[in-house]
């Protein structure tokens, strides 16, 4: 069995290595995303991986197809990069559907109280030997309500760590789960009512710019705005009006709506083109993390070892159902 692997990284290939070499899967690692200009490279594979910034649009799937490829591994949770219903009836889709939802949560609690409390500013002072506190003031967490969208598994992990500060938990779900304990209320109730929001919900034509100005307009002055999930959940401009407006307190992004070139890369010797997130980047009370919520060494570990197991198992006729993504009308 050979799988194409896109957009690799240094740290993917150990766990990567130490489930596929015993599995008998030969991996080749390839530097560049997968997309219509590098698609060829997959010529001769039996399935290809592919991470959040690989375009898998219905133009690279016909040629991934006409090339004899037969499965898609994601190893990731996300599938809006894959066009799935032109997957239907040519090539199966894995993904990885929970390697650590305790990392993104923590990660996104970790965003939450260095914006809040100015920790990244105040590492910076000291190793200056600035020990001005001005400008560092942050606000108790403990009382504060926090609106949860999207409670599947990382929402509920989130709201646990929330709950965990004394924090009042509101919560919105397309499908609220039962008997979850959460307090769920309508999207514009939870708008008006959270002094933070934080994303946690798929990114569907549904949920793409849930966070624009109309939302904004509902929101309390100052509210600050967790982004983890995917970067077109946010319109990016409209947030940007919003931050300027003095409406929105604080921005933490892990994701961006135009990340796909910039994000895992080292652009620093470069002039970057994209000016939104230049504003982003330059604003006090924004973060900005390259869609790292993911890494851990437990969760690289857990995506190496599902992702290997969907492969073994499609390919020995008994495909995992509980990891396949497939169309639905
Ligand atoms: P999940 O599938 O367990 O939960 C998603 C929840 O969103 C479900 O409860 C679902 O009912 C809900 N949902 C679906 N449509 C909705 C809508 N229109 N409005 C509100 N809620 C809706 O997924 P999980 O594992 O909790 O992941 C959530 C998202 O986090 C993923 O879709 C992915 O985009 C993102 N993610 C980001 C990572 C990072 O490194 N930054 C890593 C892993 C996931």
Avoid: W
């Amino acid at each position: 069995m050979k799988l194409a692997f896109f957009d690799t990284k240094s740290y993917d290939i150990p766990g990567f290595d130490r489930y596929a070499i015993p599995a008998g899967i030969e991996i080749k690692y390839y530097e560049p995303n997968l997309n219509r200009d590098t698609v060829s490279l997959a010529n001769g594979f039996d399935a290809v991986c592919v991470f959040v910034n690989d375009t898998v649009d219905a133009e690279v799937v016909e040629k991934l197809y006409t090339m004899g490829v037969k499965a898609i591994v994601l190893r990731c949770a996300g599938f809006n990069n894959v066009d799935i219903k032109a997957c239907e009836g040519k090539l199966r889709v894995f993904r990885v559907p929970a390697y650590s939802p305790h990392a993104v949560a923590e990660h996104a609690m970790a965003l939450l109280l260095t914006i809040n409390r100015r920790t990244h500013k105040a590492y910076i002072r000291t190793r200056d030997f600035n020990f001005s506190l001005q400008g560092l003031a942050g606000f108790d967490l403990y009382g504060k309500t926090v609106g949860i969208i999207g409670t599947g598994k990382i929402g509920r992990v989130f709201a646990d760590i929330c709950k965990g500060f004394g924090m009042n938990v509101l919560a919105y779900d397309k499908f609220p789960a039962a008997n979850s304990g959460l307090n769920y209320v309508e999207l514009p109730e939870l708008f008006a009512k959270s002094d933070i929001i934080s994303l946690h919900c798929p990114l569907t034509d549904e949920t793409r710019h849930i966070i624009n100005a109309d939302s904004i307009a509902m929101m309390k002055k100052g509210v600050t705005i967790i982004n983890t999930s995917r970067g077109a959940l946010v319109n990016t401009e409209d947030l940007i009006t919003g931050i300027k407006d003095r409406k929105v307190g604080a921005a933490c992004l892990d994701v961006y709506e135009e990340e796909g070139d910039l994000f895992y890369e080292d652009c620093s010797g470069h002039i970057v083109e994209d000016d939104k997130l230049v504003r982003l980047i330059a604003m006090p009370n924004v973060i900005v993390t390259s869609h790292q919520a993911f890494l851990t060494n437990e969760a690289l570990d857990n995506i190496a070892a599902t992702t290997v197991n969907n492969l073994t198992r499609f390919f020995s006729g008994d495909p995992d159902t509980t990891t396949e993504v497939c169309y639905h009308k």
